[in-house]
């Protein structure tokens, strides 16, 4: 599922991210890439999302957030 | 090296203590400017050891070298131009995975380099065990644990800093390249790369860089080439989907590699604590982040007092140095450059540069305990709609109270045309002088209707912001730059405090100086211009006013109520002490405009005779919007570092303000 969707407290790895270049070189530059676990904090209507990844919390723009896709049942 | 001296080069992600260690390797030893042709600002500074001297440059903080930014291209083109003898790089010990990405986009450029592992405490709390010389082995570069905040332990890193020069040594990424070459086309790429295309970067490197879909370095590459290699390259670039991606993975899989055996892997959870939780909170977040800056600015006042008390003392100069002038017998025009121009701006400037003291003071506090960024996070929609980061209602709400601490609380912006947009429309906030009289003066027209007075005045400064923003927006944001948050919220630090003031004092010196240099020459001609010996009616400025009184008159603007605007242009407060030097005949308007005179007793009654309601809604519509004042003017290009953005934006104003006070005359008009 899209990580926009994912509700606090859901965790899961990160199966694929699309986008524009700009976009997917300033999101590999914070640390998220395919394979990486991600922890939702929160997720409020009209706020970016936090979430937690390779021991950083970072605030995600939500339309962003609809082009990144997570496995969930994978994790444990 | 430049002139003999030893050039380091700091590079780091945002977070990851690139300024900490900057103010703790250089002091007070700080040049703040530009990056030339370019408006991003440029930190340099120097330190002596052993008898050397070594120049300290701090590279914008970005998270990779990509060229998505100014920032980045700056970064990158400076390091490869070999300016550098040595670069820097950090990493945060206590994300070290991720913050080890920046490391990974250097390997291939060929400049020698040493890896600093900062804020090494915070990784041993966590109990991340991490052993510098494994890491060291595997890199070929020297690697040293730091915690930047203690000065103490600098002693490893100037060891590091050592060795680096000496050896030069550079980054082994052999590793990384073997990962690069599982991405398809990326040896064939590689092939087609002459050596030496772009100087200062290797083959590995660039074609790294053209399989990410970098737009820089495809171009040169599209250029350099020819024939067969052309068309072959054209079909990898075309075959490449997401290469930003594929080689985000290898770096990764490479600092995998890397730490295995370098560091244990502790599991983190995040923290995220009471404060945390009411900042981020749906409905009261925003009320928090409020109620934390006014905090921060009723703190702010408390280092500002001292400052704001050398001011008044210098104004309380004024007199007795003019009469100690006089009775020396030096001319009255001598008297009046030291007393009324001189003394009366270094005062009127020094009271203003307390809150800027104060403001750069907490910001920088709360920009260092990392609440700045959880604000970031909560407004980031709001201010998103004008094209801002969240960072930007905190200059906002600053203006309140004044304009000059917005311009400069607005240094906290990491983007140029962000930055200037959101002082653009700071100016557009009432400040505390505005305050301080347009109540007083709707009181005295308008008796209770005063508070619909105020009301229109705060719609008319979201509806302006509004506008400003969609004004200056297009340019100073384009909407390719504008792009949804990506922000880490780093753990809260304690800030360093010696470092922190001495940055303070720094910043609060340089503005003092440019601010200065503005300020003093413009009181010079506006004190000439309503210099007279006798009545007013022997001011240039008074020639002037009656003469384009017919056109000002369209704006509902009499002479008198003409050139108290263009005195709030120097400062708003004074603006009905110019009314009632003009109107009573008494006093001079030049000592109205800076406060040295009181207002007649008979105030009230001179203004309601002589002002009609219309009138005096106009007047305060144009004094309100007016350029916030010549101090905020000159903190605004101190900041913006571009006298054409700054003199764009005043002259914006000045058309914008007199457009306003038109409209409410003349809806005036057809009320009363």
Not at chain 2, 468 to 478: R, S
């Amino acid at each position: 599922m899209s990580l926009s969707n994912m509700s606090k407290g859901a965790e899961g790895i990160i199966s694929s991210i699309n986008g524009d270049t700009r976009f997917l070189s300033r999101i590999t530059s914070i640390g998220l890439t395919p394979g990486c676990k991600v922890k939702i904090i929160k997720n409020d209507k009209n706020r970016p999302i936090l979430l937690y990844s390779r021991d950083t919390m970072i605030a995600l723009n939500k339309d962003e957030c609809d082009n990144i896709m997570v496995n969930t049942e994978v994790a444990s | 090296m430049i002139d003999g001296k030893t050039v380091i080069a700091l590079l780091g992600q945002p977070n990851s203590g690139k300024s900490t260690l900057f103010n703790g390797l250089t002091g007070m030893k700080q040049h703040v400017g530009n990056w030339p042709g370019k408006t991003v600002e440029k930190k340099e500074g120097s330190f002596f050891r052993n008898g050397k001297e070594y120049i300290v440059a701090d590279l914008p903080g970005t998270y990779s070298l990509s060229a998505n930014s100014d920032e980045e291209i700056i970064t990158r083109d400076y390091i490869a131009s070999g300016k550098a003898d040595v670069v820097c790089i950090l990493a945060d010990s206590s994300q070290l995975e991720r913050s080890m990405f920046m490391l990974s986009d250097y390997a291939g450029i060929e400049v020698p380099c040493f890896l600093v592992l900062n804020l090494a405490d915070v990784a041993e709390d966590q109990g991340k065990k991490i052993n510098a010389d494994a890491l060291q082995k595997k890199l070929s570069i020297p690697v040293v644990l730091l915690s930047a905040t203690d000065n103490k332990s600098y002693d490893g890193l100037y060891k590091c800093l050592d060795e680096a020069l000496k050896e030069k040594t550079v980054l082994n990424a052999d590793s990384l390249i073997s990962e690069y070459s599982q991405i398809e086309g990326f040896d064939e790429l590689k092939g087609l790369i002459p050596a030496g295309i772009i100087s200062g970067y290797s083959t590995n490197w660039l074609a790294a860089k053209a399989i990410e879909g970098d737009k820089i370095v495809r171009d040169k590459l599209s250029q350099a080439l020819s024939g067969s290699d052309k068309t072959k390259y054209e079909s990898i670039i075309s075959n490449t989907d997401k290469g930003a991606l594929k080689t985000g993975e290898s770096k990764f899989k490479w600092i995998d590699g890397l730490l295995d055996g370098v560091v244990n892997r502790v599991e983190t959870k995040p923290v995220f604590g009471k404060f945390d939780k009411a900042i981020t909170d749906k409905r009261w977040g925003k009320l928090v982040v409020i109620l934390v800056v006014i905090g921060g600015l009723i703190g702010s006042f408390i280092p500002a007092l001292p400052l704001m008390g050398v001011g008044m003392a210098i104004s309380a100069l004024i007199p007795p140095v003019s009469s100690a002038m006089t009775s020396a017998g030096a001319p009255a025009l001598l008297t009046g450059i030291v007393c009324n121009v001189l003394l009366q701006s270094l005062a009127f400037i020094v009271q203003m540069l307390g809150f800027v003291f104060g403001v750069t003071l907490v910001f920088g506090m709360l920009e260092e305990i990392g609440v700045m960024a959880r604000i970031s996070y909560v407004f980031d929609n709001t201010m998103g709609k004008l094209g801002l980061q969240g960072k930007s209602v905190m200059p906002f709400l600053v203006s309140f109270g004044c304009t000059m601490g917005g311009a400069a609380g607005a240094r906290v912006i990491d983007n140029w045309g962000q930055k200037v947009l959101t002082i653009a429309l700071a100016w557009a906030v009432p400040c505390g002088a505005a305050w301080s009289i347009i109540p007083m003066l709707s009181t005295m027209f308008f008796g209770p209707g005063a508070v619909l007075v105020i009301i229109i005045i705060l719609l008319v400064m979201i509806l302006h912001m509004w506008v400003t923003a969609k004004v200056f927006g297009a340019k100073l944001v384009p909407a390719s730059e504008r792009y949804g948050m990506i922000m880490e919220l780093p753990p809260y630090h304690k800030p360093k405090w010696s470092a922190l003031l001495r940055y303070v004092f720094g910043r609060t010196k340089d503005t003092f100086l440019r601010v200065i240099k503005v300020v003093i020459p413009i009181c010079a001609v506006f004190w000439l211009l309503s210099y007279s010996t006798g009545s007013v009616e022997e001011s240039i400025l008074y020639k002037i006013g009656t003469a384009i009184e017919p056109v000002t008159k369209v704006f509902g603007l009499n002479w008198q109520l003409f050139m108290a605007y263009v005195a709030s242009s120097v400062g708003k407060e004074g603006a009905v002490g110019v009314l009632s030097a003009l109107y009573s005949g008494t006093g001079t308007v030049f000592g109205a405009v800076t406060g040295a005179n009181a207002s007649v007793d008979n105030l009230n009654q001179l203004l309601l005779s002589n002002i009609a309601k219309p009138e005096a809604l106009a007047f305060m519509m144009a004094v309100t919007f007016n350029v916030p004042c010549i101090v905020a003017i000159a903190a605004t290009y101190q900041e913006t570092h571009s006298a054409k953005w700054t003199g764009l934006i005043a002259a914006y104003y000045t058309v914008v303000s007199l457009l306003l006070a038109c409209i409410a005359y003349h809806i005036g008009l057809l009320i009363w």
